[in-house]
């Protein structure tokens, strides 16, 4: 196999991966490090985890889908999603797999043919591989036009997924799943209002558990869109990492559970900026003005928000199962699942710094405070948003008593 890169391109290995990306060395910003934005096409190891994550789930759903797999990537830049999808699931899997992969920048199109033949892609008998030269939304709605069944779309452009959220709800099979990164996590976190109402439909500014908030966003716009097209979605994972959030949802058909999933899972957050505590309610009350019931301050509210399970843990548990057997995968990816498959998204999450700061304590450790709320009876569980955060379901006194006392 002919292992040589173009000019300005270097071999890399991801996963089981090895494929040409541009040369680190190459394109340097002001400090010295590596730009990827600077490259002639785009790939960054940062976002290992990213695709580390997507590869785990394909991999654990993909025996649960009969037939063939309809894989798109239409935003692949080096294709290395695509390609390790083809190495590390489809592979070792007895399926036909036909993997879709564009760009809209030429350059970027003619690596990923080059990466597929060096990669070993093109010669595996059970994947059929088509890379095209088009912009995302148009590759979208073409493929639906040639009734082609997709399970899997992948959303990861620059910035935000806005303009091709439609797109793909209207593409995905019933029942297919999209993976959609935003890495204009400061709209979602609240940083500028007028830009999260304008691009999101969401009223709300920057809180102490912002990080939650751009998650909980992002979901209530696709619920919100997927509704229009009498479709919803339910959560499969999704977190807020580095620089972007990540959600993968499953979409599905169904005009009355459309309406059911409005009414139960898209709502309003109160909360304080004072303390951090906060709580989910309908969208009967928002312009109220309140009062919080742990510290007495005045509550903002940010509506609406996706107010049900971030993650579907049960998947989780297994999809665990299925992450220790591939050794290759990053130890920050596996503890990233580890920690999504004990999360607990009772209420929103509480910082126990800011409570204790409120009352004038120490903040005891965290596993103290939910051992404390346990023992009275109520559910709590470390929050993956902040490392002072935990998710209860416990009353105002009993979180002011544990962080006062601890266990
Ligand atoms: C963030 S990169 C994708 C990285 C890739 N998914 C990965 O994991 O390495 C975004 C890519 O989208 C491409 N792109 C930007 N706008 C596009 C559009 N409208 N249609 C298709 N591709 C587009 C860019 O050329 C770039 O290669």
């Given at each position: 196999m002919e292992e040589r890169c173009p000019n300005g391109f270097s071999l890399v290995i991801e996963g089981l991966a090895k494929f040409c990306a541009?040369?680190?060395?190459?394109y340097r910003g002001p400090n010295g490090a590596y730009e990827p934005s600077l490259a002639p096409v785009f790939y960054n190891p940062e976002m290992i985890e990213n695709r580390d994550i997507t590869i785990v789930l394909l991999k654990y759903f993909l025996t649960s889908w009969g037939g063939e797999f309809n894989f798109l990537d239409p935003m692949a830049a080096t294709g290395v999603r695509g390609i390790r999808f083809a190495l590390e699931v489809a592979d070792q899997s007895n399926k036909k797999v036909n993997i879709y992969m564009g760009d809209i920048s030429l350059v970027a199109v003619e690596l990923m043919k080059h990466n597929l033949k060096i990669s070993g892609?093109?010669?595996?008998?059970?994947i059929f591989a088509q890379v095209s030269l088009m912009d995302a939304n148009e590759h979208m709605y073409h493929l639906k036009r040639l009734r082609i069944a997709l399970n899997y779309i992948d959303i990861d452009p620059f910035g935000t997924p806005v303009p091709y959220i439609q797109a793909a709800l209207q593409s995905i099979n019933n029942g297919g799943i999209v993976g959609i990164t935003a890495t204009d996590v400061a709209v979602l976190e609240g940083k500028y209002p007028s830009t999260l109402s304008r691009r999101y439909g969401i009223r709300g500014v920057k809180s102490l558990i912002s990080k939650e908030v751009a998650v909980r966003a992002l979901l209530s716009f696709t619920l919100r869109s997927a509704a229009m097209y009498d479709r919803y979605v339910e959560p499969v994972l999704s977190y807020h990492m580095k620089h972007y959030v990540r959600i993968f949802i499953r979409i599905l058909d169904g005009a009355l559970k459309s309406n059911t999933y409005l009414d139960k899972c898209i709502g309003s957050m109160w909360h304080c900026p004072k303390c951090s505590f906060s709580f989910f309610e309908d969208l009967s009350n928002t312009r109220e003005k309140r009062k919080c019931p742990l510290c007495s301050g005045d509550m903002i509210n940010i509506s609406p928000l996706w107010i049900c399970d971030l993650v579907n843990v049960a998947h989780i548990k297994e999809v665990l199962i299925v992450a220790e057997k591939?050794?290759?995968?990053t130890k920050s990816s596996m503890n990233l699942i580890t920690m999504l498959s004990k999360s607990n998204a009772l209420a929103p999450t509480i910082r126990t710094t800011y409570v204790a700061r409120k009352f004038k304590v120490n903040a005891p450790p965290r596993d103290s405070v939910v051992k404390c709320i346990r023992s009275h009876g109520y559910d709590a569980a470390m929050s993956i948003y902040y490392y002072d955060g935990i998710n209860t379901n416990a009353p105002a006194d009993v979180i002011t008593l544990c962080v006062s006392k601890g266990y």
């Amino acid at each position: 196999m002919e292992e040589r890169c173009p000019n300005g391109f270097s071999l890399v290995i991801e996963g089981l991966a090895k494929f040409c990306a541009p040369d680190e060395t190459l394109y340097r910003g002001p400090n010295g490090a590596y730009e990827p934005s600077l490259a002639p096409v785009f790939y960054n190891p940062e976002m290992i985890e990213n695709r580390d994550i997507t590869i785990v789930l394909l991999k654990y759903f993909l025996t649960s889908w009969g037939g063939e797999f309809n894989f798109l990537d239409p935003m692949a830049a080096t294709g290395v999603r695509g390609i390790r999808f083809a190495l590390e699931v489809a592979d070792q899997s007895n399926k036909k797999v036909n993997i879709y992969m564009g760009d809209i920048s030429l350059v970027a199109v003619e690596l990923m043919k080059h990466n597929l033949k060096i990669s070993g892609v093109s010669s595996l008998n059970n994947i059929f591989a088509q890379v095209s030269l088009m912009d995302a939304n148009e590759h979208m709605y073409h493929l639906k036009r040639l009734r082609i069944a997709l399970n899997y779309i992948d959303i990861d452009p620059f910035g935000t997924p806005v303009p091709y959220i439609q797109a793909a709800l209207q593409s995905i099979n019933n029942g297919g799943i999209v993976g959609i990164t935003a890495t204009d996590v400061a709209v979602l976190e609240g940083k500028y209002p007028s830009t999260l109402s304008r691009r999101y439909g969401i009223r709300g500014v920057k809180s102490l558990i912002s990080k939650e908030v751009a998650v909980r966003a992002l979901l209530s716009f696709t619920l919100r869109s997927a509704a229009m097209y009498d479709r919803y979605v339910e959560p499969v994972l999704s977190y807020h990492m580095k620089h972007y959030v990540r959600i993968f949802i499953r979409i599905l058909d169904g005009a009355l559970k459309s309406n059911t999933y409005l009414d139960k899972c898209i709502g309003s957050m109160w909360h304080c900026p004072k303390c951090s505590f906060s709580f989910f309610e309908d969208l009967s009350n928002t312009r109220e003005k309140r009062k919080c019931p742990l510290c007495s301050g005045d509550m903002i509210n940010i509506s609406p928000l996706w107010i049900c399970d971030l993650v579907n843990v049960a998947h989780i548990k297994e999809v665990l199962i299925v992450a220790e057997k591939m050794p290759w995968l990053t130890k920050s990816s596996m503890n990233l699942i580890t920690m999504l498959s004990k999360s607990n998204a009772l209420a929103p999450t509480i910082r126990t710094t800011y409570v204790a700061r409120k009352f004038k304590v120490n903040a005891p450790p965290r596993d103290s405070v939910v051992k404390c709320i346990r023992s009275h009876g109520y559910d709590a569980a470390m929050s993956i948003y902040y490392y002072d955060g935990i998710n209860t379901n416990a009353p105002a006194d009993v979180i002011t008593l544990c962080v006062s006392k601890g266990y």
